[in-house]
């Protein structure tokens, strides 16, 4: 393929892969390491036999530059050191949140135990909620049949609920285990 093909296949999804950066590495770096991940897409290019699964290797191409990142082998900044921009705080406002509200506490609640997940919940979660995509399409992604998925998508939203409940229903929560 040449490329004028790899620009018509890879344009399109452009912002689908500057929002899966966004939600993994944090918005000041979506568009750095999107670049980095067309690059290696690029260099790749040679090696796509199915022009028709452009969009599921080009999300797991972006995943995984965006785990290397979050590794610290590449990019300056991480996301909890840089603030949410009004974007991401409406991504993770709750229901009950009163959008006047300078506080966010809620909101920073939920990133802060978002971030706490393990990895592959993490990233399940965000793919999930974040970027929108259903079980099959991050199971494609990850490498990772989508009942996994799903498995992953109910442990995480269990342990976000019971760490983001307040005090006392954590207690009773607790008692009934």
């Known amino acids: 393929m040449d490329e004028s093909s790899f ?14 950066a966004a939600v993994l590495v944090g918005t000041a770096d979506a ?14 290019w040679a090696d796509l036999r199915e022009s028709g699964a452009v969009r599921a290797w080009l999300l797991r191409i972006t995943l995984n530059v965006c785990h290397s990142w979050n590794n610290g082998h590449y990019g300056t900044r991480r996301r909890m050191t ?3 921009d ?7 406002r709750l229901p009950g949140i009163d959008p006047g509200d300078s506080d966010h506490a809620r909101a920073l609640d939920l990133y802060a135990a978002i971030d706490a997940l393990p990895p592959d ?8 909620y974040f970027v929108g995509l259903d079980a099959t399409e991050i199971g494609t992604i990850m490498d ?20 983001l409940a307040p005090a006392s229903q954590q207690q009773k929560g607790a008692a009934d285990v």
Do not use: K, S
């Open 31 to 44: 568009e750095d390491a999107t670049q980095e991940a067309t690059v290696r897409a690029w260099r790749g």
């Open 86 to 92: 009004d974007e991401t705080l409406t991504a993770l």
């Open 7 to 20: 620009v018509r296949l890879v344009e399109p999804h452009i912002t689908e892969l500057l929002r899966v």
């Open 144 to 163: 990772i049949p989508p009942g996994t998925i799903r498995a992953r998508l109910r442990r995480a939203l269990h342990t976000l609920r019971l760490h």
């Open 82 to 84: 840089a603030p949410l």
């Open 121 to 128: 919940l993490r990233t399940a979660i965000m793919l999930r």
